[in-house]
């Protein structure tokens, strides 16, 4: 088993490379090699586990039988619940579980070589600017990477430039207006993409474009207006919204 035993990455870089190697050969496990990775999990076989190494190989085996382990393991058992899932399902669960290891790996090489609180951070921003396993399995992330760039870019006024503002010193827009103007550079379509993704912070369903959202400028997350009783009218005299959970945060003596 190639798992990294004598390889311990110790910079926040390092880290870095690890994960998105054994990342990249997960993905490659559940989407280009999935057949093969299919046939690997004999729900006769005992407890398996996917590995994914720095060098993007993947290997489906038996867990490690020394307790502890050098790295965190795996879920175990993955082979097990393959004939019992839709395969879709069963390779999205297998990837929500893969994420979870990549997590804890590179926070194991992190507490072990005493990274930080900024390293930390740095390390875990690193990560949240690829998309999950999960997102690339189930096809949320089609166009995340290729978007990364202008999302970033663009993320602070998006992230404000909800349907609450119209006349301020830095004015913010309704999500129509907003996508229309930026169709003029190519731009509406990917807009479109990017909320289509998002869901109310209050009920959990997806953003349409035909609906009144307002965002939180606390907590950044997104709700229908009709979810936390905000109109249109009344939200162009909000200057600052706060969504409720986060107004009985703030709320103190």
Not at 51 to 72: C, F, I, R
Not at 135 to 155: F, L, R, Y
Not at 172 to 192: L, N, R, T, W
Not at 240 to 252: A, F, G, I
């Amino acid at each position: 088993m190639d798992g990294g035993a004598s390889y311990n990455p110790r910079t926040v870089e390092e880290v870095f490379r690890d994960f998105k190697g054994r990342r990249d050969a997960m993905i490659k496990a559940l989407t280009v090699d999935v057949e093969e990775f299919y046939n690997q999990c004999d729900p006769e076989k005992e407890n398996l586990c996917l590995y994914g190494y720095p060098s993007e190989q993947w290997e489906v085996n038996l867990p490690a039988e020394e307790v502890p382990p050098e790295l965190p393991e795996p879920a175990l058992g993955i082979n097990f619940a393959r004939d019992g899932m839709q395969e879709k399902d069963w390779l999205s669960l297998v990837a929500v579980h893969s994420d979870a290891w990549l997590l804890s790996v590179a926070f194991y090489f992190g507490a072990r070589f005493g990274f930080d609180k900024a390293d930390r951070k740095r390390l875990f921003n690193m990560i949240n600017d690829l998309p999950t396993i999960f997102e690339v399995v189930a096809g949320v992330a089609k166009k995340q990477t290729k978007e990364k760039s202008s999302v970033s870019n663009h993320s602070s006024n998006k992230s404000k430039s909800n349907s609450k503002r119209g006349s301020e010193s830095q004015p913010k827009y309704p999500k129509a207006a907003m996508a229309k103007e930026e169709g003029e550079d190519g731009m509406e379509e990917d807009d479109d993409e990017e909320h289509r993704e998002t869901l109310c912070g209050a009920c959990g369903e997806n953003y349409a474009a035909d609906e009144f959202w307002i965002c939180c400028d606390i907590c950044e997350k997104w709700f229908h207006g009709k979810c936390v009783k905000i109109t249109p009218a009344r939200a162009e005299h909000i200057k600052q919204y706060k969504c409720p959970s986060c107004s009985n945060k703030r709320v103190r003596p």
